[in-house]
């Protein structure tokens, strides 16, 4: 079926114009004045921006962690993303100790095919490394696969060694590959969890208290080293801190290539809302911060030291014992109420894939803080680039996949749980205002949402082959 969108206000990162846009079946084929519609269905677009589809290179759906599971799975996660106007997703393997990259790969494409409602690949969690992991790595982006994941956080876990970060960079920089690391630091964290452990401490603050913002500045700091030393990309993701969104700005004028992202939830909260009654809602790692970070990021992405926003969503039930209708069905799943006695028992994450560019359009573009077009730049066009997809996501261009947001900047919109499609019991911005919401949703071509109509179903979503070698932005 061919679309044509009529006066629409297209938005990209790069251009704002007031024109036509055709689509004839999954791709955009012409943009430009006075198109002619030749049998298309005619969207009015009048009074509405046309954004590209968001790209979120950051979730965590159907994720084990402490005896559960994230809430949102392929389906529900993907179906929520939609809603908020994110038609990519982006999610991450799990290694098991012992296992392969290729184990991983397979038991996550398990879980995403077939239920996918909007299009996705995944990062590769390096977490166990060693020679014949070393050699597996050089296969992957024949798979599609660019993008590697390292940990200098979670000891006898997801953490692997510096000198191993340093090798899986090497590997990474000849194969044109990106390493993504979680920086904070294992080894304080581990003493101070047992320091407060033995002092009795169990409350939710104490999640924040045990992984201090200097372990993040520090490896942060200690990874951009090796990046320079290796020549090889970096991405920092989840950004929380004044001081690593600095280090990565003067590494970059210095031409190192690194990059970051930071999520939502570091924009808007600190660490104040662990010591609430529900604080367990807003434990996720890296912790939240302070106002003062809350400001920087802000500025951070405003000014270019950061490059994109992902949502780092990894949703869990804040009392997984009571159940929810989800799709008019019940359901309840261990959740947050796992740490009721002691905070290193909370599930760790934070759910937001809804919420994205609806947070960022009210509180960056509204407010001032963020031209449209760096919107745009933030949450599609960079994470798309940046991951190997461009221009076949994150752009509004001839032979680019047609997927559209139809967006409302004038249409009020009250966030909440009760409404909201994420799979969880709880919404970090409850009662929150928005003024812009997406009012369609299009994945190639195809009506996902409208309105409030759900249109999309599981299988939907595609798995993309991303291209390695991608820029440096
Ligand atoms: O709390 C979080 N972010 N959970 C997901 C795991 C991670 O490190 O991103
Ligand atoms: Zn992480
Ligand atoms: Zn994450």
């Known amino acids: ?31 430009g004045n006075d198109l002619s519609a030749d049998g298309a269905d005619v969207v009015d677009c009048r009074g509405l921006n046309l954004l590209p589809g968001g790209v979120d290179p950051h979730a965590h759906l159907d994720l084990a962690m402490y005896g559960t599971v994230s809430s949102d799975d392929h389906y529900t996660g993907h179906r929520a993303a939609a809603f908020g106007g994110t038609t990519t997703v982006l999610d991450f393997t799990s290694q098991s100790r012992g296992g392969s990259l ?8 398990s879980k995403a ?3 996918a409602a909007v299009d996705y690949s995944c990062h590769v969690n390096v977490t166990d490394f060693n020679s014949s992991v070393a050699a597996e790595i050089p296969s992957l982006p024949a798979q599609g696969l660019t993008t590697l994941k390292v940990f200098t956080a979670y000891n006898g876990r997801l953490r692997i060694g510096d000198d191993d970060i340093a090798s899986v960079m090497r590997i990474a920089r000849e194969q044109g590959m990106l390493v993504m690391l979680h920086a904070e630091d294992g080894d304080e964290i581990e003493a101070l969890v047992g320091a407060a452990l033995a002092a009795g401490k169990r409350k939710p603050i104490w999640h924040a208290r045990t992984r201090p913002p200097r372990g993040e500045v520090l490896a942060g700091r200690r990874a951009i080293d090796l990046a320079s030393d290796a020549l090889a990309p970096l991405y920092v993701v989840h950004v929380t801190t ?8 003067r590494a970059r004028t210095r031409g190192v290539p690194v990059m970051g992202e930071t999520c939502p939830h570091y924009l808007f909260f600190t660490e104040e809302h662990l010591k609430r009654p529900d604080g367990a809602k807003w434990v996720c790692s890296p912790p939240l911060r302070t106002v003062k970070d809350n400001m920087a990021l802000w500025n951070a992405l405003a000014d270019g030291s950061i490059q994109t926003v992902g949502t780092d969503h990894c949703p869990f039930f804040f009392d997984g014992t009571k159940p929810i209708v989800y799709e008019d069905s019940p359901i309840a799943i261990a959740g947050k109420e796992l740490g009721r006695k002691d905070f290193t028992l909370i599930p760790n994450g934070i759910p937001g894939i809804e ?3 609806l947070l960022l359009w009210t509180f960056g573009v509204v407010s001032g803080r963020l031209s449209a077009m760096r919107f745009v730049e933030l949450t599609a066009s960079n994470p798309a680039r940046i991951m190997g997809l ?3 996501k994150g752009a509004l261009l001839p032979g680019s996949d047609a997927d559209i947001v139809l967006w409302d900047p004038a249409k009020q919109h009250t966030i909440s749980a009760s409404t909201a499609h994420m799979r969880t019991d709880y919404d970090l911005w409850e009662g929150v205002k928005l003024t812009g919401v997406p ?16 249109l999309g179903r599981p299988g939907v979503g595609r798995f993309l082959h991303r291209q390695a070698g991608a820029p440096v932005l």
């Open 102 to 109: 290729r184990g991983s790969i397979d038991d996550w494409y």
């Open 242 to 249: 004044a001081g690593l969104a600095d280090n990565l700005y």
């Open 113 to 115: 095919e077939g239920n």
């Open 439 to 454: 009012v369609r949703v299009y994945l190639r071509g195809r009506l996902l949402v409208d309105g409030e109509r759900w």
């Open 1 to 31: 079926m061919n679309i044509l969108f009529r006066n629409a206000n297209i938005i990209t990162h790069c251009e704002r114009r007031l024109c036509d846009l055709l689509v004839q079946g999954e791709k955009i084929s012409a943009i």
């Open 355 to 357: 919420h994205r560019l």
């Open 390 to 392: 461009y221009p076949r």
